[in-house]
């Protein structure tokens, strides 16, 4: 099955499976990207800052969810359709700690035809959600999709 932007209905809303941040997460990450900051990396420095422990990189939690993202149904079949990722931010609401478990809401929350009537814009917002129930981060995506509209349009153009 394949979504286009015509499928999308404000308000759609998806939630992830879970997944555990572990040790191993944190160390690979910061090895990956290179940040090594002590609250990421220095069990002593961090259990004396206001967090009371090493703190996951935001940015190791944001990669997480768009992992969890790619899992879904709807990443699955919306993705032949997606032609291009046009924002994305990120706001991190929460400290997340190794252990924490989280998972991810997603929300269409705008959505509009681009000038090319083919495309359309879609808006979502993630929110990692922690096993207490707390969002810990939310990003904003903006993806330029495909419309259903467009691929009748490019059969009729191959006939």
Avoid at 1 to 21: F, H, K, Q, S
Avoid at 82 to 93: P, T
Avoid at 132 to 150: D, I
């Amino acid at each position: 099955m394949r979504y286009y932007w015509d499928d999308l209905p404000l308000g759609l809303e998806v939630v992830t499976a879970a997944r555990t941040i572990t040790e191993a997460d944190v160390v690979a990450f910061a090895g990956l990207s290179g940040d090594y900051n002590r609250l990421h990396t220095d069990a002593v420095y961090a259990g004396q800052s206001k967090f009371g422990q090493r703190i996951a990189h935001g940015m190791l939690v944001g990669s997480i969810m768009s992992g969890l993202n790619t899992r879904t149904v709807l990443n699955q079949c919306l993705e032949p359709s997606i032609l291009g990722l046009l924002e994305m931010s990120y706001r991190f609401a929460k400290p997340t700690f190794v252990g924490d478990t989280i998972k991810v809401r997603i929300l269409v929350t705008g959505r509009r035809l681009a000038s090319d009537a083919s495309r359309g814009v879609v808006e979502f917002e993630r929110q990692g959600i922690n096993q207490n129930g707390e969002t810990v981060c939310v990003c904003s995506v903006k993806m330029l999709v495909a419309c259903r509209a467009q691929q009748s349009n490019e059969h009729i153009a191959e006939a």
